[in-house]
């Protein structure tokens, strides 16, 4: 069966972009697939600086990735630490990564040129990606475009390693992207990301995220002219969450004119609750028994673990490191 495999930072609440561009995906794989999700706390240890907000954060993204539908019977989910054995694999594949290619990539130097400090931490990051996606053979790794570079470059990782060591230690992954969800907007219309604080979140105050909604970037064409659903952001949130049928009805009403923006927004508010009502619901038991999660952590960990030994030492064995004295 194929492995799919996927992370998740606890760098802050999760928010819309992250479920229709990822978790929707981690979902459905879980169906057809050998899936295994991880909450990325090595990864956020490169922003996330107070270790109770790392806990807390941790309980957030796997009470919220749970609650939003992820199976713990269909699915093994895990934290990214509990297996330390990808700090390892990542020490062998750095050995094999060419400092340009890290040089490359846009995460990195996005995050500096927005001020945050260039550890080595930061800039060894995608190799820290590569060794989470080869340490299980994944297959598959359902992701938004902001993390395609680093799919790219687990392959080149992945492809630099087996030639050199002339060894098929490491499975080559496949990105999986959905084109109309690859870049979910935010509230001002670029990339929903919570360093732009234009998300909305899944589990934020109920009132709080209306009045959000309510005040989203619009242009100022009137009422009565048409408008282009491709063009307008409000449409963008608005086709994410509405059915089909009024997805195709609400486009044809905007190109007609007669749609005022602040009632495809109370729209959108409504669709938010009716979407996400239940796993709201959900979540707000799971945040009363965190050990239920715990559980969930140490059985995930236990499987995640026996598959990262088994590559781990093929990778040791190739390169010489593993043989008896
Ligand atoms: P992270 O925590 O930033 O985001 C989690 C997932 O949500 C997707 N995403 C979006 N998709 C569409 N539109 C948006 N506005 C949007 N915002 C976020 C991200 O693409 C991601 O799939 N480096 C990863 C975590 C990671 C990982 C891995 C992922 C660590 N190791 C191994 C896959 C495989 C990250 O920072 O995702």
């Given at each position: 069966m194929r492995r799919s495999l996927s992370g998740i930072q606890p760098s802050g609440k999760l928010h819309i972009g992250n479920y229709y561009g990822a978790i929707r995906q981690y979902i459905a794989l879980q169906e057809e697939c050998d899936a295994f999700y991880f909450i990325a706390d090595y990864h956020a240890l490169t922003t996330v600086t107070d270790p109770e907000e790392m806990e807390a954060n941790c309980h957030e993204a796997a009470a919220g990735l749970i609650a939003l539908g992820l199976s713990p019977e269909r699915a093994t989910l895990f934290r990214?630490?509990?297996?330390?054995?990808v700090t390892e694999l990542t020490w062998l594949l750095s050995v094999v990564t060419p400092v340009g290619l890290m040089e490359r990539c846009h995460a990195y130097k996005d995050k500096v040129a927005q001020g945050m400090v260039a550890s080595m931490g930061l800039f060894g990051y995608p190799i820290l990606m590569a060794a989470d996606i080869l340490i299980y053979d994944s297959n598959v790794v359902p992701v938004g475009q902001d993390q395609k570079q680093h799919l790219e470059v687990t392959r080149d990782i992945a492809g630099s390693f087996n030639h050199q060591y002339d060894s098929e230690v490491f499975v080559l992954p496949d990105a999986h992207i959905l084109p109309d969800v690859a870049v979910v907007p935010g509230l001002d219309g670029r990339k929903m990301s919570k360093s732009y604080g234009n998300v909305i979140e899944i589990f934020g105050d109920a009132k709080q995220t209306e009045k959000k909604i309510k005040r989203m970037k619009t242009d100022s064409?009137?009422?009565?002219e048409p408008k282009d659903p491709d063009t307008c952001n409000v449409f963008a949130l608005f086709r994410l969450m509405a059915p089909e049928g009024e997805r195709e009805e609400m486009a044809r009403r905007y190109r007609e004119g007669g749609v005022g923006y602040g009632d495809v927004k109370k729209r959108i508010a409504e669709l938010f609750f009716e979407n996400f009502g239940e796993a709201r619901e959900r979540k707000a038991e799971l945040d009363n028994n965190p050990d239920e999660l715990r559980e969930i952590y140490a059985e995930g960990a236990r499987k995640a673990r026996a598959k990262a030994r088994e590559v781990l030492d093929r990778a040791r064995d190739a390169m010489g490191i593993n043989r008896p004295l």
């Open positions: 990214q630490s509990d297996v330390p054995e064409t009137p009422v009565e």
